[in-house]
Nanobody, 117 residues
Framework: QVRLVESGGGSVQAGGSLRLSCAVSGSAYSIKAMDWYRQTPGKQRELVADITSGGSTNYADSAKGRFFISRDNAKNTVYLQMNSLKPEDTALYYC???????????WGQGTQVTVSS
C-alpha cells in the first residue's frame, strides 16, 4: 500500500509564497511521475506541475514562472514551491504519484491553499 501525506498548505496574502511537501511511504518502489494537482469546488481537478523520475518538469500555463516542482528521490518526497501567489490559486492541492511497472496512480488527501487579496 502506498501512502501520500501532503503538508505546507495554509493561508497567505496575495504575493506571498508557500511550499508544499508530499512524502510517499509504503510499497513506493519505482516511483515514476510525481505530480501536483489542484481543485476548486465545482471544477475539475487540474494538473499544476509534474516531474519525472529523471527530473523533467512540466507546468500548467497558470503556474509557469511562479511555481517550481522538485523531488528528493532518496526521501520519496516531492515539493511545490509557490511564489507570487494570487487569489485564483486558492484550491485544494493534491499530490499524486505513478508507481511500478503497471503505472498505478495514488493520491494524497489534499492540502488547502487559500490566498487572500
Amino acid at each position: 500500500q502506498v501512502r501520500l501525506v501532503e503538508s505546507g498548505g495554509g493561508s497567505v496574502q496575495a504575493g506571498g509564497s508557500l511550499r508544499l511537501s508530499c512524502a510517499v511511504s509504503g510499497s513506493a518502489y519505482s516511483i515514476k511521475a510525481m505530480d501536483w494537482y489542484r481543485q476548486t469546488p465545482g471544477k475539475q481537478r487540474e494538473l499544476v506541475a509534474d516531474i519525472t523520475s529523471g527530473g523533467s518538469t512540466n507546468y500548467a500555463d497558470s503556474a509557469k514562472g511562479r511555481f517550481f516542482i522538485s523531488r528528493d528521490n532518496a526521501k520519496n518526497t516531492v515539493y511545490l514551491q509557490m511564489n507570487s501567489l494570487k487569489p485564483e490559486d486558492t484550491a485544494l492541492y493534491y499530490c499524486s504519484v505513478v508507481v511500478g511497472s503497471v503505472n498505478l496512480r495514488y493520491w494524497g488527501q489534499g492540502t488547502q491553499v487559500t490566498v487572500s487579496s
